[in-house]
């Protein structure tokens, strides 16, 4: 019973939809063809403002700037050999020079020879910790500017795990500051809470770097009023050269302090540079027309003396020497806040006296 049940169950099988192919009627040949679907892909606007967006000229000078002055010049020639072999006998004089001086006290007393080598060798702790310093200052240095160049490319990009990341390094840098605590916490909640990688870089440069800023933004205006009063009291031209010379290098050491940390002796000449090439990059002390008016209009170059005047120009490039050294050494683009011009720090500078 049970075989001859499966044997009159129908199996399956497979069946064309096609009638031609199966003997059907054809269809008829006056019936219109079917278009083609056809498929275009469509641009993605996401896409296209992403492409669109490149960084400001400001952003790209400060980029251009940190990264002249934290390159290292491989370049090998005559030069490079005259200052390798002087450098090797000056220090195998030195060294020579030491030896006999160590040699002679052990032979005048043993208890004068045994004090030389204490003080050589505090000689080259000395040496050693200058050196760990140094290098130190340099990694610091370089650390700012990568951080300042990749949170540029995570603001733009509106990356968020990038903007997470760099956001986290720049609260690491300040975390032995009481004064930025609040700030950091406030990082921190943000951090977690938003998802959008340009508003927590935002954030984070409001909380992190306003107080900074306007601690540096004082120390510029202290040092353009500075150097405005000596040379307009100063009886020599060489006093003026002198003073300037040194505000401007204190400038650059406290901004660097106040964003990073002091740099040492060699982080500083690269600090310079990098200063040095910003100023080239955006025009140094080229004052546009339209700021030149402005010191006209206000009766600056008119009413006042030639040493007053002087002063005034010798303020106003401190004033732009403290505004390169800010944007060189500052962690974070300028985003949410406006980066300041010279008018904005100094504004004493510009201020009618008639």
Known sequence: MTETTDARRPRPRAFR??????????????????????????EDAYAREAALQVLPPEEAAV???????????????????????????????????IDQLVGNLFARAPALGWFGLGLLALLGVAALALLVRETVGVLRQARVARLHADLAAAHLADDRDAARRLVADVSALYAGRPE??????????????????????????????????????????AAAKRVSLVTAISPRAILDLLFVAGQIVWLIRRIAERYSGRP?????????????????????????????????????????????????LNGMLTTRVGLSAMAVCRPMPFAVEKPPGVKDVAPFLFRSEG
């Open 63 to 97: 980029e251009a700037a940190q990264a002249l002055g934290m390159e290292r010049r491989g370049r090998r020639g005559w030069g490079t050999l005259f200052g390798a072999a002087l450098g090797g006998l000056v220090s195998l004089s030195l060294w020579l020079w």
């Open 264 to 312: 040492g002796l060699l982080g500083f000449l690269k600090l310079a540079r990098s200063v040095g090439a910003h100023l080239a990059v955006t025009g140094g002390m080229a004052v546009g027309d339209s700021l030149v008016q402005q010191v006209v209009g206000h009766g600056i170059a008119a009413k006042l003396s030639a040493r007053l005047g002087e002063g005034v």
């Open 180 to 221: 930025t605590a609040r700030g950091r916490a406030e990082v921190g909640r943000a951090a977690r809470e938003i998802v959008d990688g340009r508003d927590l870089i935002d954030i984070a440069e409001s909380a992190l770097l306003r107080p900074i800023d306007r601690a540096v933004a004082a120390d510029i205006a």
């Open 17 to 42: 939809l096609d009638p031609a192919a199966e003997g059907g009627p054809a269809p008829p040949a006056h019936a219109p063809a079917r278009p083609a679907v056809v498929v275009e892909a469509q």
